[in-house]
C-alpha cells in the first residue's frame, strides 16, 4: 500500500497557480447518521484525513451542512499539520439548511449565503474559499440573486472559484450570465450517468466535474455480472472499477470517495492506478443508465 499515490490519477488545473491530483477526498461520511450531528470517533475522522493527505490527495471537497460543520471540523484539524498545507485545495458549499438527521432544505437568500462563507472561513480556518459551490439552487431567489451574491464575494476575495451543485445545462447557462462558472457537483456514476449532458458541457466550458456518489455500483455488482468480470480481469473490486471509469470518462472529472475507513480509503486511491482499456470503458458504459 506504501506505494499507492492520488497522483497516478493524473492532474487538472483550476487555474495557472493551483493543479490537484484528480482522485479527491468527499467528508460526508465523517458526520452522525443521516449526514446529522458528530461523527462517533472524532480521532479516527482527523486520522482518515490525514491519511488521504499521506496518499497524495490534496483536493478535499465538504459542506457546512455536513453535520452540519462536524465534518468542517476535522478536515480543518486533519489539514492543520500538512506540510504542504498550502498546495491543498477545498471545495465547499453553501446554500442547505438543516433540520435533522437527512433533512436538507435549500435556502439562497443572498445575506444567508454570505453569512455561510463567513462561518465556513472561519471553521475551516482559511481566509479564502478555493472553491465555493451553491449547493442547490432555491427557486424562492434568481438565479441572479444567489450566483450574484457569490460573485460580490469573488469580488471581496472571499472565493476565488465558484461552482453549481446538481444544475442542468440550461441553469449553468443562465449563471454564466453573473459569474464564471469554474465547477459543477452533479450525481454522476457508473450505474446513472443521465448527466452526461452536463459533464460534456462542463469539459466544453473548461469546467471541473465532480461526481457525488461516485462508488454506486446499483445493481451492477454480484458473482456473475458484467462489472464483476470486468473487476477481475483488473484484479480490482467493482468499486475500484468505477472510480477507473470515472477517471477515464474525461480529464475534467475529478472523483470524490468518501470513507470514514483507513483501508477503504486505500483500496479507493489504488484506483487511481488502474488503466481501464477502451473496450472495457464501453462496456461498462453500456451497463448503466444514461440519457444517451
Request: no cysteine.
Amino acid at each position: 500500500m506504501s506505494q499507492i499515490n492520488a497522483s497516478a490519477s493524473g492532474t487538472y488545473a483550476f487555474d495557472d497557480q493551483f493543479k490537484v491530483n484528480r482522485l479527491g477526498y468527499g467528508t460526508m461520511q465523517l458526520t452522525g447518521e443521516g449526514t446529522w450531528g458528530p461523527y462517533d470517533d472524532p480521532n479516527n475522522a482527523v486520522s482518515v484525513i490525514k491519511k488521504a493527505v499521506d496518499l497524495g490527495i490534496n483536493f478535499f471537497d465538504t459542506a457546512d451542512s455536513y453535520g452540519p460543520w462536524f465534518a468542517d471540523r476535522y478536515l480543518a484539524e486533519g489539514l492543520k499539520s500538512a506540510s504542504n498545507r498550502d498546495e491543498i485545495f477545498i471545495s465547499d458549499k453553501v446554500g442547505q439548511t438543516r433540520q435533522g438527521p437527512g433533512v436538507w432544505t435549500p435556502h439562497g437568500e443572498p445575506n444567508y449565503l454570505r453569512q455561510q462563507v463567513e462561518v465556513s472561513l472561519m471553521t475551516l480556518g482559511i481566509d479564502h474559499e478555493d472553491l465555493l459551490f451553491l449547493h442547490r439552487i432555491d427557486s424562492h431567489f434568481s438565479v441572479a440573486e444567489q450566483v450574484g451574491e457569490l460573485k460580490k464575494l469573488q469580488d471581496e476575495g472571499k472565493i476565488k472559484h465558484i461552482g453549481l451543485s446538481q444544475v442542468t445545462v440550461g441553469q449553468i447557462k443562465e449563471a454564466q450570465k453573473y459569474a464564471k462558472i469554474d465547477a459543477v457537483e452533479n450525481l454522476y456514476n457508473v450505474s446513472d450517468h443521465r448527466d452526461d449532458e452536463v459533464l460534456d458541457y462542463a469539459e466544453s466550458q473548461h469546467m471541473a466535474f465532480v461526481p457525488w456518489f461516485p462508488l454506486n455500483t446499483g445493481k451492477l455488482t454480484g458473482a456473475n455480472s458484467p462489472l464483476a468480470k470486468i473487476a477481475n480481469k483488473y484484479k480490482a473490486s467493482p468499486a475500484q472499477i468505477a472510480l477507473a471509469w470515472l477517471l477515464k470518462r474525461s480529464g475534467n472529472v475529478l472523483p470524490i470517495p468518501g470513507t470514514s475507513s483507513v483501508a477503504h480509503l486505500e483500496d479507493n486511491v489504488a484506483a487511481a492506478s488502474i488503466k481501464l482499456s477502451d473496450d472495457d470503458f464501453k462496456a461498462i458504459t453500456n451497463l448503466g443508465v444514461s440519457n444517451r
